[in-house]
Nanobody, 122 residues
Framework: QVQLVESGGGLVQPGGSLRLSCVAS????????MKWYRQAPGKQRELVAA???????NYADSVKGRFTISRDNATYTGYLQMNSLKPEDTAVYYC????????????????WGQGTQVTVSS
């Protein structure tokens, strides 16, 4: 079993910055993809950013140039640096990880964090 714990959310003024963290713990041999999703009230959950184990990144058009996803493979930690925040970035942000649990098995498992609230408001 694997747990993902997010932190770093909060209330910030428009134009401000926040850095989200996601720490994975448990039975982990390696983490393939790490992703950040968000869900605003009344809206579907959407992919914000993704990063592979090799460091290749992908972003939603709405956050390109403002958000940066990164990871520390040694500590199984993912990050989302959010700059120039806008009110429309307000949402619950969720961490996702595709985990390989065992060295002798290529099978992967999907895990989600509990979410962290980001509110952008003056």
């Amino acid at each position: 079993q694997v747990q993902l714990v997010e932190s770093g959310g909060g209330l910030v003024q428009p134009g401000g910055s926040l850095r989200l963290s996601c720490v994975a713990s448990g039975s982990i041999f390696g983490i393939n993809n790490m992703k950040w999703y968000r869900q605003a009230p009344g809206k579907q959950r959407e992919l914000v950013a993704a990063i592979t184990s090799g460091g290749t990144t992908n972003y939603a058009d709405s956050v390109k140039g403002r958000f940066t996803i990164s990871r520390d493979n040694a500590t199984y930690t993912g990050y989302l640096q959010m700059n120039s925040l806008k009110p429309e970035d307000t949402a619950v942000y969720y961490c996702y990880a595709l985990v390989r649990a065992y060295e002798l098995s290529p099978r992967t498992y999907q895990y989600w964090g509990q979410g962290t609230q980001v509110t952008v408001s003056s």
